[in-house]
Nanobody, 129 residues
Framework: QVQLVESGGGLVQAGGSLRLSCAAR????????MGWFRQAPGKEREFVAA????????YYADSVLGRFSTSRDNVKSTVYLQMNSLKPEDTAVYYC??????????????????????WGQGTQVTVSS
């Protein structure tokens, strides 16, 4: 099974930016859609962003639309989440995940945690006010 390793988290002031990376090891994810999720203390894991295997489609939660963007480099087996205009409510552990299906062209419904079967260990993002 693929190993996903997130990096790039940290402490930032409100209005600042961070770029998260998710590197795949041991198995290619070039054929998989990739997702970003986050989980704040006491809350359920929630969808943040997703990108299809060929970058043809990207999806964002309403709460991050216009501030976050996701991209991928299949040669490097790495997915990115650029986070701008960060807010205190963005504070959470951020996880990347690989789609359980290959060559998914997109979602006609909401992106769900259950769509993904490989997860990274998470990286903490803390936004101070």
């Amino acid at each position: 099974q693929v190993q996903l390793v997130e990096s790039g988290g940290g402490l930032v002031q409100a209005g600042g930016s961070l770029r998260l990376s998710c590197a795949a090891r041991g198995h290619t994810v070039s054929w998989c859609a990739m997702g970003w999720f986050r989980q704040a203390p006491g809350k359920e894991r929630e969808f943040v962003a997703a990108i299809t295997w060929n970058s043809g489609n990207r999806y964002y939660a309403d709460s991050v639309l216009g501030r976050f963007s996701t991209s991928r480099d299949n040669v490097k087996s790495t997915v990115y989440l650029q986070m701008n205009s960060l807010k205190p409510e963005d504070t959470a552990v951020y996880y990347c995940a690989a789609d359980r299906d290959s060559f998914r062209s997109g979602w006609s419904r909401a992106v769900e945690v259950a769509d993904f079967d490989s997860w990274g260990q998470g990286t903490q993002v803390t936004v101070s006010s």
